[in-house]
């Protein structure tokens, strides 16, 4: 449960989808770099796919410098596009899955499995922890099929409050409820939009805005932005549904609450 202090020196510019652009105590962050135009349809695997109906809110070239960018999955196009994909050379690191690791083949690649740290230095900063946090982006037994994603907590220093906890794509499972229930959170990035296959029927594969009141109820963060909801054709819960949901939760959830305007910096 996150202790109720000041808040951190966090800005955020949600780009669409899962990609924020986070301004984190002089770190430059990006998070699931997407930034193809919409119209296209992007095979998923297995006979699904989706398609993406809102292009970015900032092109690639107005990102500027990054540090880091934190990619919790590689393989599918809503969490890591054509346009995204060119942007990772440009970084000083990308933390991704050590599947994924394997696959981009870039020396500035580093895989962290759920668990792992990886503490990260720069002159005239405070050091950057990264951990990997547990994913499942689909139901049990969905791993082989969905392949592997990590969520990530970032820690200023030695300091044991996680300033950011950005969930990754997962379902609301056991893991992820320990991972809440342990955590001290300051600011929690979840990522919603109750993805559904035609070809797998009712099965879910990310969180809904019911799994995220539970999510925050747990967390108790000081702040919850939600993000990848919106701009692709897999998703199942609409913006308006999502935010009839999460208005109606109790006060205390509600008041945490951060919608991003894309395009627009945001202190957070």
Not at 66 to 78: G, N
Not at 232 to 258: C, K, M, N, Q, Y
């Amino acid at each position: 449960m996150a202790s109720q202090t000041g808040p951190p020196s966090l800005r955020m510019t949600h780009v669409g989808g899962p990609t924020v652009v986070m301004e984190l105590d002089g770190w430059r962050i990006l998070t699931d770099p997407t930034f193809d135009q919409p119209g296209r349809t992007y095979g998923f695997g297995l006979g699904t796919s989706s398609t993406k109906t809102v292009g970015p809110a900032m092109e690639p070239d107005a990102v500027g410098p990054l540090d880091v960018i934190l990619l919790s999955h590689d393989h599918h196009a809503d969490n890591l596009d054509d346009r995204g994909r060119e942007l990772l050379p440009n970084a000083s690191t990308v933390v991704t899955t050590e599947s994924g690791q394997r696959r981009l083949g870039l020396s500035n690649a580093v895989g962290l499995r759920s668990g792992a740290s990886l503490r990260l230095t720069a002159p005239g900063r405070p050091d950057l922890v990264v951990r990997g946090t547990p994913c499942r982006h689909g139901p049990p037994l969905s791993r082989p099929i969905s392949g592997e994603v990590v969520g990530f907590a970032l820690n200023i220093g030695d300091n044991p409050r996680v300033r950011v906890w950005m969930t990754g794509d997962t379902v609301l499972h056991r893991a992820v409820r320990r991972t809440a229930n342990e955590l001290d959170v300051d600011v929690l990035l979840v990522h919603l939009g109750s993805v559904q296959f035609p070809i797998s029927g009712p099965l879910r594969y990310s969180m809904t805005g019911n799994d995220a009141i539970e999510l925050i109820s747990r967390v108790r963060p000081r702040a919850s932005v939600p993000v990848h909801f919106e701009g692709w054709s897999h998703f199942h819960e609409p913006e308006a549904h999502l935010r009839a949901v999460l208005d109606a939760a109790a006060p205390d959830i509600r008041g945490t609450l951060r919608w991003l305007t894309p395009g627009e910096p945001q202190q957070v």
